[in-house]
């Protein structure tokens, strides 16, 4: 961004045509990836998918930004140029790889409590650690360097990783103070009723709208244990961590892929209409009864495997399989997953621009939610709902939708927690279900 020297990110539009991004790996035993984070300052960012591939990554080989309504296409640019003569012959799971996201409004400004998050950012890091299966790989990058000097720090590094533990504690929750609500009971039923007469008017099919509770802590956070603790709870969620300063970090625990690409096979899933657990397995079985069988959650759900189906079949040939429910520790979803055999090849950014804001998020039609979105919340979604995720050089990557998230400020964190609304909504029950959704942050930050 603003320096093209080689100890220092650069952007990739100040990228000069005969200079190289070199990278470097070598496989390297089991560590904590706690204890990584904790000894490396920001940038920083952590990545896991469910079952899947865990990433840590620090310090910031080039960073792409981009905002407005181009967003998208300025990245893949950005992209292109960065990776367009790249040093590398790595094992697969060693490649580099480009971590971040976008808000979720293009006009997005980094106001409070999201500064230093812009419209757009990924970072490639510097240091990058990759986990699949039982081998660890470090890979290092540098942006128009010595590929001999790459080949030091490599070395320097992989020998620094080896005194790190391979188990770390992750210490006790911060605690929570106090908890103030940006919504009240009484503002949350005027904004369900008014997104109900638009959706009556016909002027609306379905709108999500979201909530923000901020929560003042006991003590400093430590981001990566509060993941750690999200893991073991939500094991079959998501797990992300962006930190772009030293100031904020925005992580949480999605439950919800929005788009995975490996060459021209596409996987999603529609992830709509919810409901509790239940204390008992016979209260279990009836709450999830319940979901089956409600018209509302249904169509709520239907209306968003229709969308992705449409915004999916122009780009190839789309599967969509048989409807489940996806059961968490303190609710349980509706879910569908959707494939897709593409007819060409994509960069997975733009897979992420047509899915992104799935009705599950945003609603339908797209730009008559977002403008009732933008009247009706009285706070800046920021970041949350949107994409995060990250891709490498062959433009292959995973983005998840960043719900069940809050970003962390000094000893504040804000959380964020939205319903679909439709036109049997009730305040009350929609209510009720959004705080249900707070529960997963809020239980890794609380002291029981």
Request: glycine residues 6%; charged residues 30%.
């Amino acid at each position: 961004m603003t320096s093209s020297h080689s100890d220092g990110p650069v952007s990739a539009a100040e990228t000069r045509p005969e200079a190289v991004l070199v990278s470097r790996a070598c496989e390297v035993p089991e560590l904590s990836y706690r204890a990584f984070l904790s000894r490396h300052d920001p940038p920083r960012v952590h990545w896991a998918a469910p079952a899947g591939l865990e990433l840590v990554g620090a310090g910031a080989a080039a960073r792409l930004t981009a905002s407005g309504p181009d967003r998208f296409g300025d990245l893949r640019a950005e992209a292109d140029r960065l990776f367009s003569d790249l040093d590398a012959q790595l094992p697969t799971p060693a490649r580099p790889r480009a971590f971040g996201g976008l808000a979720f409004d293009e006009n997005h400004e980094d106001a409070p409590p999201w500064e230093g998050f812009p419209a757009a950012e990924f970072v490639l890091p510097r240091i990058q650690l990759a986990r699949t299966d039982d081998r660890t790989w470090l890979t290092v990058s540098r942006y128009d360097a010595d590929p001999r000097a790459v080949d030091v720090e490599l070395e320097r590094v992989r020998e620094e990783l080896s005194t790190y533990p391979e188990m770390q504690p992750s210490g006790r929750p911060p605690g929570i103070a106090t908890t103030r609500r940006t919504t009240s009971r009484r503002e949350w039923t005027r904004q369900v009723d008014a997104a109900t007469d638009r959706i009556a008017a016909g002027d609306l099919r379905k709108v999500v709208l979201a909530q923000a509770l901020e929560a003042d802590l006991d003590a400093p956070i430590e981001i990566p244990d509060v993941l750690e603790r999200l893991r073991r709870t939500y094991p079959d969620c998501y797990r992300f961590l962006i930190e772009p300063t030293a100031d904020a970090g925005f992580f949480g625990a999605p439950p919800e892929r929005l788009v995975s690409l490996r060459g021209r096979t596409v996987e999603t899933e529609a992830l709509a209409g919810s409901v509790a657990r239940g204390e008992s397995p016979e209260t279990d079985h009836e709450l999830m009864a319940s979901l089956l069988e409600s018209g509302k959650l249904e169509h709520e759900h239907g209306v968003v495997v229709e969308t992705i189906r449409e915004q999916l079949a122009p780009l190839g040939e789309v599967t969509v399989e048989d409807r489940t429910v996806r059961k968490l520790a303190t609710i349980q979803h509706l879910r569908t997953p959707i494939t897709a055999r593409l007819a060409s090849d994509e960069h997975v950014l733009s897979l992420v621009e047509a899915l992104h804001p799935t009705p599950a998020v945003g609603g339908l039609p797209p730009e008559a939610a977002w403008g009732t979105i933008r009247e009706t919340e009285t706070f800046d979604r920021g970041w949350y709902a949107a994409p995060v995720g990250w891709f490498d050089a062959a433009g292959d990557g995973e983005f998840a939708v960043a719900i069940r998230s809050g970003v962390a400020r000094g000893r504040t964190v804000t959380l964020f927690a939205g319903n679909g609304i439709v036109a049997d909504s009730d305040p009350d029950e929609e209510w009720e279900e959004v705080q249900l959704k707070y529960r997963p942050v809020l239980d890794a930050l609380s002291r029981r």
